[in-house]
Each structure stands twice: as C-alpha cells, then as structure tokens.
Nanobody, 114 residues
Framework: QVQLVESGGGLVQPGGSLRLSCAAS????????MTWWRQAPGMEREWVGD????????DYSNDVKGRFAISRDNAKNMVYLQMNNLKPEDTAMYYC???????WGQGTQVTVSS
C-alpha cells in the first residue's frame, strides 16, 4: 500500500534552516509529481510547493519562494523540503502528498521560535 513518511521537523530559531524528508513506498515513485503542504494551528492546510516526476520543475507558493527548495531522489524514493531563513509564521505541521491523490503522510512538526 502507499506510504508516505515525513521526518526532519523540530524546533529552530528564526533565520535558521531545516531539511524535511519524505520517504515514499508502495507505488512507482518516479512517475508521480510530489507536493508539500503545511497546516498551522487553527488554519486550513495550505500548499507549499511541488516538484515534477523527474525533479525538473519545482514550484512554490509566494510565501516560501526564495527560501524553500524542493528536491527528490528517485533512486531512493525520497522527496525533500529544504527550508532556509525560517520565520515564526512558518510554524506548522508539514505534510508530503502524492500529487492529485488522497495519499498523505502523517506530518512532521516545524516550530520556529526564539
């Protein structure tokens, strides 16, 4: 069955960096675009960005463009979210999702605070 497992979240100070990972299994990973989403307390889940199946076309929300970068390693069935210059408003649970599907990971918490 399809599984997506995020990791790498934690507590970081403003201006810091984190790299989230998402391990995929149970499907042919290299033919699917992948996406990252986040959900802050009391807020709706929002799209962060996505990456094409071959990794050539990442796209980002305006809130994170220039600070976050999505990459993937199709040999390892992994997708990554590099987050730089983190801000308190980036605090949220972060999820990976297989594009255009109802397959989500369990999420990993990112907290940006001094």
């Amino acid at each position: 069955q399809v599984q997506l497992v995020e990791s790498g979240g934690g507590l970081v100070q403003p201006g810091g960096s984190l790299r989230l990972s998402c391990a995929a299994s149970g499907f042919t990973f290299n033919i699917y675009p992948m996406t990252w989403w986040r959900q802050a307390p009391g807020m709706e889940r929002e799209w962060v960005g996505d990456i094409s199946s071959d990794g050539s076309m990442p796209d980002y929300s305006n809130d994170v463009k220039g600070r976050f970068a999505i990459s993937r390693d199709n040999a390892k069935n992994m997708v990554y979210l590099q987050m730089n210059n983190l801000k308190p408003e980036d605090t949220a649970m972060y999820y990976c999702r297989r594009s255009n599907s109802n397959y989500w990971g369990q999420g990993t918490q990112v907290t940006v605070s001094s």
